[in-house]
């Protein structure tokens, strides 16, 4: 699937969380919900990531969004990376890629001049509607967190 722009529908989706508990976009109606997803739990970028959407996780609660984060890693790695940084936000596991497929955040992407198939580290603020309010693609771990909340107006 190609990417997403604003104004388009957000993909349903029901994953398991860090607790393998079902997780479904529907969860959220009526409220705004980030959506990023990341390559794998507890590597650098990823960490960085995760610890800046933790640490911005009040002023994300304050402008009453949620957040959620999307790997293929299972509930057992989930739930270490969680307790390692403190992390207080829902985990979920999209071990075969569909929901990222569908959110045009897996697929054909280069790093250092090797291209490969995976996930592309992409970001999605749901509105409340349900529809894609801002997509970002092939974003930078570092300072991300703070652009979404820029774009809330935090």
Not at 26 to 54: L, M, S
Request: with cysteine; glycine share 10%.
């Amino acid at each position: 699937m190609g990417k997403l722009a604003a104004g388009d529908k957000a993909p349903a989706f029901t994953l398991p969380d860090q607790g393998d508990k079902p997780v479904s976009l529907r969860d959220f109606a009526g409220k705004q919900v980030v959506v990023y997803f990341y390559p794998k739990d507890d590597t650098p970028g990823c960490t960085k990531e995760a610890c800046q959407f933790n640490d911005n996780l009040q002023a994300f609660s304050r402008a009453k969004v949620a957040v959620l984060g999307i790997s293929g890693d299972n509930a057992e790695k989930h739930q270490a990376f969680r307790s390692k940084y403190g992390l207080r936000f829902p985990l979920l596991t999209d071990a075969d890629h569909s929901v990222g497929e569908a959110f045009g955040a897996w697929g054909e992407k280069t790093l250092y001049g090797k291209k490969s198939i995976g996930v592309i580290r992409s970001t999605f603020l749901i509105a409340a509607d349900g529809t894609i309010q801002r997509p970002w693609y092939h974003v930078k771990a570092d300072g991300h967190a703070a652009k979404v909340l820029a774009e809330l107006g935090e």
